[in-house]
């Protein structure tokens, strides 16, 4: 049985996979996983891709047997980041490529409401903070992350 934190990682994976080319998005993933790599596990046929890295959690507790990610009066939670990987021929292709990632990744995110997690307590997917482009990880290759804040609630028999 997978846990509520593991089921929200794949669902933002599944809402990144809509990353298809067509439409709005700008690019068409090669990869993409809940499961955590890194651009150095990238082959060169395998960008652009995406993956899920799960953060740093608080919780409130909302009864004796039930909490909630982050203070139950903010707009704070789980924070879940996912991370866009481009790579291009030169440093102007790939910059462009790096912002094209992120509206990527914005526009599929912030357009599927709840991560299509209904019933699963999720209240809220919160856009917390764009990280700049991590260049020189690999040569012609970039980075971008994106934080999210998810509020949702567990119990001791349900996590």
């Known amino acids: 049985m997978s846990s509520k934190r593991l089921n929200i990682l794949k669902a933002f ?3 990144l996979a809509n990353i298809d080319g067509t439409g ?6 090669v990869r993409h996983s809940h499961k955590y790599f890194t651009i150095s596990d990238l082959g060169p046929g395998e960008f652009p891709a995406t993956t899920v890295a ?3 959690a608080d919780f409130s507790m909302l009864t004796n047997c039930k909490y909630t990610s982050g203070p ?3 707009d704070e939670g789980w924070i879940v980041s996912t991370i866009g990987y481009v790579s291009k021929d030169t440093q102007e292709d790939l910059s462009e490529a790096c ?9 599929a995110i912030l357009n599927n409401d709840q991560l299509g997690l209904a019933g699963s307590e999720v209240h809220q997917v919160i856009l917390k903070r764009i990280m700049h482009p991590f260049y ?13 804040a998810v509020k949702y609630d567990f119990s001791k028999t349900d996590l």
């Open 72 to 74: 139950r009066t903010q």
């Open 99 to 107: 912002e094209d990632m992120i509206e990527d990744m914005l526009r």
């Open 54 to 56: 799960p953060g740093i």
């Open 24 to 29: 709005d998005y700008n690019n068409t993933l």
């Open 136 to 148: 020189g990880l690999r040569e012609n290759a970039a980075a971008v992350e994106i934080f999210w």
């Open 13 to 15: 994976d599944t809402t």
